[in-house]
């Protein structure tokens, strides 16, 4: 089992820059696949980006591609989502999840486990 703690979110100006981080609990880190995912009010949650157990292999969605990298440290147990230039439509709670298979998925119904999640929020 793994426990995910979100954190990094904020308050940003469109354009600007933040990133997140994703602490995980437990010895088996990196045995799991990683993904982030978001959930605005009113919207389904929706497939952010994911990354392989070893990190080698990554996803997009692709109205983030480009602008979001996603990256982990198994020796820190800890996954990253940088995020550059950044638009009002990427407001939203952001979570973390993990996938025990080995390459993620874009479907959220694959994970399962998630943090609690972290609000973004990019003014206009």
């Known amino acids: 089992q793994v426990q995910l703690v979100e954190s990094g979110g904020g308050l940003v100006q469109a354009g600007g820059s933040l990133r997140l981080s994703c602490a995980a609990s437990?010895?088996?880190?990196?045995?799991?696949?990683m993904g982030w995912f978001r959930q605005a009010p009113g919207k389904e949650r929706e497939f952010v980006a994911d990354?392989?157990?070893?990190?080698?292999?990554?996803d997009y969605a692709d109205s983030v591609k480009g602008r979001f990298t996603i990256s982990r440290d198994n020796a820190k147990k800890t996954v990253y989502l940088q995020m550059s230039s950044l638009k009002p439509e990427d407001t939203s709670v952001y979570y973390c999840?993990?996938?025990?298979?080995?390459?993620?998925?874009?479907?959220?119904?694959?994970?399962?486990?998630w943090g609690q999640g972290t609000q973004v929020t990019v003014s206009s």
């Open positions: 999840a993990a996938d025990q298979g080995a390459y993620g998925s874009r479907q959220h119904y694959n994970y399962a486990y």
């Open positions: 437990g010895r088996t880190f990196s045995s799991y696949a």
């Open positions: 990354i392989s157990r070893s990190g080698s292999l990554t």
